[in-house]
């Protein structure tokens, strides 16, 4: 599934795809994201790291335009969040599944291809194709198994085949073959120009993404690919550069 297209900036530079600046959201005294800025480039997959409890998904939720922020702004293919504009150009899969249980495999499909306007049959054919559950468009949500309602949230957030992409450990619960599959995919749906960033708590899921991003305690700790990370730790092991780099880490860019 090739996402739509996105228009290049005037004179041929190719525009940050997403921009947080002194992203900031409290609950009471809590500080969940606590200053966070940064530039995602377009087409590239970026993991988002960190503790149970660190902001991730509540730093998904801001980008995504799903909360706002106490201070700061977040910007997505060149407009603040949150925006209906945006709506139709951002996927979504949420840490728990935002899936109807009453309702079939394909029903879900089909009211999430309504709200962002797919028409026809083939997107939803497509995206149950992409996460191999075709075999049970007709069962009820609440009788699939924990991975597969899972694999259903997924092909919900590809549906309208949206240009920038958020997936909340989207592997959760998804069994180790169909995991390598949902990469693949996701790595040619950003070789195809998808932006897609991607919280996940497996370090051989964070190889797989073009760059890292460390956060803990709401803040960005470190950024980088694998193997830079790894220098900066001094490990090969990336879980174990994940647990150096999990303190007060300068960020380099
Ligand atoms: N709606 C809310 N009200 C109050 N506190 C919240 C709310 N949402 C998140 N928090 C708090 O903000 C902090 C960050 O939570 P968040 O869900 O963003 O972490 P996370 O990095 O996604 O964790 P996990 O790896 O467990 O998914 C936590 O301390 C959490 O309790
Ligand atoms: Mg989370």
């Known amino acids: 599934m090739a996402p739509q297209a996105v228009p290049d900036a005037p004179g041929g530079n190719v525009p940050p795809a997403i921009r947080a600046s002194g992203l900031v959201k409290t609950f009471g005294t809590l500080r969940a994201v606590d200053d966070v800025t940064f530039e995602l480039a377009p087409g590239r997959i970026y993991g988002l790291l960190g503790p149970n409890g660190s902001g991730k998904t509540t730093l998904i939720r801001l980008l995504a335009g799903l909360t706002l922020p106490t201070a700061g702004w977040a910007e997505v293919l060149g407009t603040r969040m949150p925006s209906r504009q945006n709506l139709e150009r951002i996927g979504y899969m949420t840490q728990a599944d935002g899936v109807y249980t009453a309702l079939t495999?394909?029903?879900?499909?089909?009211?999430?291809?309504?709200?962002?306007?797919?028409?026809?049959?083939?997107?939803?054919?497509?995206?149950?194709?992409?996460?191999?559950?075709?075999?049970?468009?007709?069962?009820?949500?609440?009788?699939?198994?924990?991975?597969?309602?899972?694999?259903?949230?997924?092909?919900?957030?590809?549906?309208?085949?949206?240009?920038?992409?958020?997936?909340?450990?989207?592997t959760v619960g998804v069994d180790p073959l169909l995991r390598v599959e949902f990469w693949a995919h996701f790595r040619t749906l950003a070789d195809a120009g998808t932006t897609i960033v991607v919280s996940s708590h497996v370090m051989d899921e964070a190889d797989r993404c073009d760059e890292l991003l460390f956060v803990r305690s709401g803040r960005l700790t470190a950024r980088g690919t694998g193997r830079e990370i790894r220098a900066r730790a001094g490990t090969t092991d990336l879980e174990q550069a994940f647990l150096r780099l999990g303190g007060d880490v300068a960020v380099t860019r």
Do not use: Y
């Not at 009211?111 to 054919?125: L, N, R, S, Y």
């Not at 240009?163 to 450990?169: A, H």
């Open 105 to 170: 495999v394909a029903e879900n499909l089909r009211f999430f291809g309504a709200v962002f306007g797919v028409d026809g049959d083939e997107p939803a054919a497509a995206a149950l194709a992409v996460v191999d559950l075709a075999d049970r468009r007709d069962s009820i949500v609440g009788t699939l198994s924990g991975g597969q309602r899972r694999r259903l949230s997924l092909a919900c957030a590809l549906i309208h085949r949206p240009p920038v992409l958020f997936l909340d450990e989207p």
